[in-house]
């Protein structure tokens, strides 16, 4: 797939899934840029031979900032953007494959794709996670300078 077509198909997968999870209608393309700029990062990553797993892991981590950084400009929670943000990231195909294989008795191919669909959702749910301690960080670190200050 040429890569305009992966950032139109991102940016309509992510936005259709916020209308599954009943987002605000004035977010619905916000939360679309977020999902294809994160599958951008992770396309990019990927073709250029970076692991799939810590291209994820980047890729989740910038959809994290992105979400606080448009939560806050917004005044919307960040988990709009976020969780949206983060499906074109599932590896579901990945994890059917492995679990058609598991029928199938290709107990050798399953187990494989079954590992790394479980370190590329772990990937994931680190990335979000890391995004949110560095911004709980930063929050305190300025709030600590305010304290200062007037102290």
């Given at each position: 797939m040429?890569?305009?077509e992966q950032i139109v198909t991102s940016f309509i997968a992510t936005g259709a899934f916020g209308i599954i999870f009943n987002i605000p209608k004035q977010s619905l393309l916000k939360c679309g840029l977020?999902?294809?700029i994160g599958w951008m990062i992770y396309y990019w990553l990927a073709f250029y031979k970076l692991d799939v797993v810590m291209a994820t892991f980047v890729a989740s981590f910038s959809i994290g900032?992105?979400?606080q950084l448009y939560a806050k400009y917004y005044r919307t929670p960040s988990i709009i953007f976020s969780v949206s943000g983060i499906?074109?990231?599932v590896?579901?195909?990945m994890?059917?494959?492995a679990m058609r294989n598991f029928v199938e008795n290709d107990y050798n191919i399953a187990v494989a794709l079954a590992a790394k669909a479980f370190m590329i959702s772990g990937a994931i749910a680190f990335?979000?996670?890391f995004s949110?301690?560095?911004n709980q960080v930063i929050r305190k670190a300025r709030m600590n300078e305010l304290v200062q200050r007037k102290g």
């Open positions: 040429m890569a305009w977020v999902g294809m900032v992105m979400s499906i074109p990231l590896p579901g195909g994890a059917y494959n990335g979000l996670v949110e301690v560095i």
